[in-house]
């Protein structure tokens, strides 16, 4: 469960519920490729929902992604 701090730095964020999940696996640690297949969309459709989430959380690559995460959440498994 999201703490309320958590909770409005999604909705600051104005993230999706695809784009959360995209993120929750990245900051699980899983490559792109991974990320696909979990998730059942092609690697193409993750490249496009990391690249939305960078221009949202306002980052340039994955590594500052996950250092986002780092800072404004501590598990984003859910929105509630």
Same mark, same amino acid.
């Given at each position: 469960?999201?703490?309320?701090?958590?909770?409005?730095?999604?909705? /600051?964020?104005?993230? /999706?519920?695809?784009?959360?999940?995209?993120?929750?696996? %990245?900051?699980?640690? %899983?490559?792109?490729?991974?990320?696909?297949?979990?998730?059942?969309?092609?690697?193409? /459709?993750?490249?496009?929902?990391?690249?939305?989430?960078?221009?949202?959380?306002?980052?340039?690559?994955?590594?500052?992604?996950?250092?986002?995460?780092?800072?404004? %959440?501590?598990?984003?498994?859910?929105?509630?």
């Amino acid at each position: 469960m999201l703490d309320t701090e958590q909770k409005n730095a999604l909705q /600051t964020s104005n993230l /999706t519920d695809k784009e959360i999940k995209v993120l929750n696996l %990245l900051f699980s640690g %899983l490559h792109s490729s991974a990320i696909a297949d979990s998730l059942f969309i092609s690697e193409a /459709t993750v490249r496009v929902h990391l690249h939305k989430i960078y221009k949202k959380i306002a980052v340039k690559n994955k590594q500052q992604a996950i250092r986002w995460c780092q800072d404004n %959440l501590k598990n984003i498994n859910s929105r509630s």
